[in-house]
């Protein structure tokens, strides 16, 4: 039943039907403000100047005319001297008011007419009653109207606000009537049912169904897709159309005294179509946070569709090894960013390092990326911060997806029980590639070398239960994931090396509006676990797991307080333990098996954070400033203690309605790191004292650019202290072998170096003798750093048939580092200090994304991936090395001072995903090929220094051309 109708207008030359649009002009012309002018007035109001922040633009309105070419503006000039180009706003999401059930006694019919405000882009900012009918029906249209959606009106191809009218016309609900208002007796319903969209099962509202014979008597379905038809008894044929969709043809045979119950399926233009999105994005108040929604998430090439991978794509994101998908944010370990799942910390994020991410892709609604000054509430890390933002749970019906490729398979469902408010989501994935890869190594190894076999295997789970109550939320989230990878004894000659990286997290929380404010209490326990074990066949062996247990409790608060303020803070503590269980078998002597057993806690630790910001935006003001304040504290049974406190402070204003300046500075602090996060790292590491970083940014934004969206940021991060627990502060002492027999009178001779491979070489018939020089720095030895740089992205938004984007990082990053002085034989002879390349420093960086959807839902997408080489320094790399001479004269490769390293060379690859989409009756079908690197473009790891004492020299490339073909299948219902 149809309790309302829409009618939005754009004036013209017709009497403007009572509609008129104040435009908002671009600095180019003029900035319109409120209308004052009666409606239907065609005036042009009086230049006024504005305030003093826009000084010299004056604003004018101006009346939208309709012509045979289209729209104009009355009155305006256009930058070429002509009449303006205007592009009215159209329409995406339409919100039907309800008819109000306090009225259904004593039926109201009427109209309610409003005035809009349609900011740039396409929201409605505001909504005002010109003309009401009935207090409850204006209030229902009022509420309707905020969750508008038009795409933005355009002056000369730039985004502008609009004022427009919108009118909810109100039909009272009536009982169906067997008689005409004339008196006739009408034909009672025979037809009724629902018009949905193929695949997906949408209902679409506003399809209009066509009857042969009544051709003059259309039906419309209402605002849930239902119709209903009186129809004659017979055959008829049912013509359904509807925006958007191919048109339906159905036949009915319809018999006398029935009603046919009926579901009408349309056929979309575009599956899974790019479309704009809508929903109501927070405002944004930071420096640098780029959000990735819906095709931006999942049809990336070279992701294997995979959410959390698409940050590699990011701007100020580099990596260790094309493929591997942990960022490097800003040269940066990748320890130092931190990864949340709707504010939980995640250990490890990627199975095996070139897998996937350990949450299904469909439990992901949106990710959060901040390169740099990450707000108050993310704490204990020194770089970026990743946030993937769980779905919305759906409470319609059942909602599901299934897949399988060759990587590996996953599935996940989503069910309402509408009767009590609950809402069942569980996802899960299972690797089968790898028991494969695996399976094809044990039956290549040759006879007698099959007693143990290749183990890889990983598996994730997540599960939620949302429930409604009262007026807030109580939600359960569970997720975790395994891995393990070595070799596993099938016989007993056979012998197990198997490591094992683990995690759990149970997530309860409950959300509920509290004076005036939304107020969020949780609690999270979790386990995480490292295990080595190793047996032998003689029954010795070794088994060790390393356990982390977590329990972290949260409370947080948000409230708008008034006059353009608003605050929002929290509070959590962290208790961690961590514990170590140790076995050890030995075989003895004299017979039977000797046994260690270890099981005892290793430290106890407890986090806590107390944070609050608040962000201040004046009415009408063009500024948003956003202080804060992070206070935490790191405990360490035995004595050990740190406070520490953050403040942070952002900033942003608005030149123009489409440019914006903004910049930032903060502190932040966290415990020492390894390359990634691994359990008992935070606890054990605490005594070595904490590591501190601050970070300052600046940049502008620009919207609207040709239908881009421009961001150019630049940042300067001190890092005053580090404690790096790898070893790429630290050079390796030099080696010098033993000298050999004088072939003259059989005594010492004079030492001969060895070539300095850097572990890529090999030196035959010669022993080593370690002679280091005292004071260079070890692992995990305090130092401080700098990194610095540039990012530019230019972003294409979803919406018509393609986006993409261009990022670009020009940046440094350096650690101050001691290292050797060698001579022109490769003798170390002294030392040196300086500010040098981190291991992770790569100069450029740059990425361009395209994807495109074809008519024939065949979608092609690829992206070009380019970065400078690291520095060969011999961290994760060889060493550089440079032709000369040894102590006897002979053509030897000699090390060059770390400062004059050379870098790896640069790295290019090309990915590509192909798909093609079907859609069917009750759910849609498509079929992938994704491939990382389809170029099979080989990226240099290091250098192969070869030859030395009478041996020709010879430097060779160590590459690795790391390509990942995928071919899938996925379904959605």
């Known amino acids: 039943m149809v309790v309302d109708e829409r009618r939005c207008g754009v004036g013209g030359a017709l009497p403007l039907l009572g509609v008129l649009l104040a435009v908002l002009l671009p600095l180019a012309s003029a900035r319109a403000q409120m209308p004052t002018s009666p409606q ?48 009215p706003p159209a329409l995406l999401s339409d919100s039907p008011a309800r008819y109000p059930e306090a009225l259904a006694a004593q039926p109201v019919a009427g109209t309610v007419r409003l005035e809009l405000l349609v900011a740039e882009d396409g929201e409605v900012d505001e909504a005002r009653l010109l003309q009401g009918a009935h207090p409850l029906l204006d209030q229902a249209a009022l509420h309707a109207a905020t969750r508008l959606r038009f795409s933005p009106a355009k002056v000369e191809g730039v985004p502008v606000p609009v004022r427009l009218t919108f009118e909810y016309h109100f039909q009272a609900p009536v009982a169906p009537a067997d008689v005409s208002s004339s008196g006739e007796r009408l034909p009672p319903i025979s037809l009724r049912g629902l018009v949905r969209t193929k695949g997906n099962r949408q209902p679409i509202i506003g ?28 055959t008829h044929t049912v013509r359904v159309t509807a925006a958007g969709h191919k048109p339906g043809f159905f036949r009915e045979n319809l018999q006398a005294g029935e009603a046919l119950e009926v579901v009408y399926g349309l056929e979309p233009l575009v599956v899974n179509p790019y479309e704009t999105v809508v929903r109501g994005d927070r405002e944004r108040t930071e420096v640098s946070r780029v959000t990735l929604h819906d095709a931006e ?48 910390r995640v250990p490890i994020l990627f199975h095996l390092f070139l897998g996937p991410a350990v949450i299904h892709p469909d439990f992901i609604d949106t990710i959060d990326f901040y390169p740099g000054n990450p707000p108050t509430p993310y704490g204990r890390i020194t770089g970026g911060a990743v946030e993937g933002r769980l779905t919305r749970p759906r409470d319609d019906r059942l909602h599901g ?91 007993d000659e056979g012998s197990t090396q198997l490591l094992s990286v683990l995690f759990h997290r149970l997530d309860l929380r409950y959300s509920h509006p509290v004076a005036g404010g939304e107020l969020e209490g949780g609690v999270t326990v979790g386990l995480d676990r490292f295990a080595v074990q190793g047996d032998s066949f003689g029954g010795d062996g070794l088994t060790v797991n390393v356990d982390q247990r977590n329990v972290t409790a949260r409370l ?51 986090f806590s954070g107390l944070w609050s910001e608040l962000t201040w935006k004046p009415e009408g003001s063009r500024w948003t400033l956003v202080p804060g304040l992070r206070l935490d504290n790191y405990y360490l049974s035995g004595g050990v203690n740190a406070f520490v406190a953050e403040p942070r402070v952002t900033a942003r204003h608005k030149l123009t309605d489409t440019l914006t300046l903004k910049g930032g500075v903060g502190l ?21 004292g904490l590591q ?19 961001s150019l940021d630049g940042y300067v991060n001190p890092l005053p202290r580090t404690v790096e627990l790898t070893p790429f502060g630290a050079e390796s002492p030099p080696s010098n072998p033993e000298p050999p027999p004088d072939p003259g009178d059989g005594g010492p001779g004079r030492p001969r170096p060895p070539p300095l491979t850097g572990g890529q070489g090999s030196v035959r018939g010669l022993a080593r003798q370690e002679q280091p020089i005292p004071g260079i720095s070890g692992l995990g030895e305090p130092s401080r750093g700098l990194s610095y740089g540039l990012e530019l992205l230019i972003r294409r938004p979803l919406g018509g048939n393609w986006f993409g984007w261009l990022s670009y990082s020009l940046q440094r990053s350096t650690r101050r580092t ?33 994807s495109y959807k074809f008519a024939n839902n065949i979608t092609l997408g690829g992206v070009l991936h380019f970065n400078s080489g690291r520095p060969e320094t011999g961290n994760l790399t060889s060493r550089t090395q440079v032709e000369g001479t040894d102590l006897l004269g002979r053509p030897a490769w000699v090390p060059v001072d770390l400062d004059r390293a050379d870098r790896l060379p640069p790295f290019f690859r090309f990915d590509l995903r192909l798909s093609k989409a079907w859609a069917y009756e009750t759910f849609s079908l498509e079929a992938y090929l994704d491939m990382l690197n389809v170029t099979l473009s080989q990226e240099v790891l290091a250098f192969s220094y070869e030859g030395g004492f009478g041996v020709p020299l010879n430097k060779k490339p160590t590459s690795v051309p790391i390509a990942l073909p995928i071919l899938g299948l996925k379904g959605r219902f």
């Open 818 to 850: 001691r290292f050797y002085r060698y001579d022109a034989n490769g003798q170390a002879i002294g030392e040196a200090e300086g500010n040098l390349p981190y291991v992770f420093d790569q100069t450029h960086v740059a990425n361009l994304v395209l």
């Open 668 to 688: 932040y602090h966290q415990t020492p790191t390894t390359l990634i996060s691994l359990p008992v790292i935070d606890i054990g590491a605490l005594k070595q």
């Open 692 to 710: 501190q970083a601050v970070q300052i940014s600046a940049g502008v934004e620009y919207q609207g650019l040709a239908g881009f969206d421009v």
């Open 40 to 87: 239907g007035s065609v005036g042009e109001l009086t230049d006024v100047p504005r305030s003093t922040e826009d000084a010299g633009v004056v604003s004018t309105e101006r009346d939208v005319l309709r012509e045979d070419g289209g729209f104009t503006l009355g009155g305006a000039e256009g930058s070429d001297g002509g009449t303006p180009r205007f592009e």
């Open 207 to 234: 399809a209009v169904l066509e009857f042969d014979g009544v051709r003059d008597a259309p039906v419309e379905t209402d605002a849930d897709g239902r119709f209903e038809a009186r129809l004659a008894p017979g």
């Open 401 to 491: 997806s299934a897949y399988a490729d060759f990587l590996n398979a996953g599935l996940f469902l989503e069910y309402p029980f509408q009767s009590t408010g609950t809402n069942v989501s569980v996802a899960g994935r299972l690797s089968y590639t790898p028991w494969l890869i695996a399976l094809a190594a044990n039956a290549l190894q040759p006879p007698g070398f099959n007693d143990s076999k290749l183990v890889l295997d990983f598996y994730d789970y997540q599960a939620r239960v949302e429930q409604k109550v009262g007026q807030g939320r109580l939600r359960l989230f569970a997720f975790g994931s395994s891995d393990t990878f070595g070799s596993r004894a099938v016989t």
């Open 556 to 606: 947080r608060y948000a409230r708008e307080l008034g006059q353009g303020l608003s605050l929002r803070g929290g509070l959590e503590v962290e208790n961690m333990r961590a514990l170590v269980y140790l076995l050890s078998r030995s075989q003895l002597p004299e017979g039977g098996i000797e046994e260690v057993r270890i099981d005892q806690p290793l430290a106890i630790a407890t």
């Open 297 to 344: 998430l999942r049809e990336i090439p070279g992701t294997l569709g995979d959410p959390f991978r698409v940050v590699m794509l990011m701007p100020g994101v580099g990596s260790m090894l094309s493929g591997v998908s942990y960022p490097v944010v800003r040269g940066s370990q990748p320890a130092a960013t931190g990864y949340f799942l709707d504010g939980i």
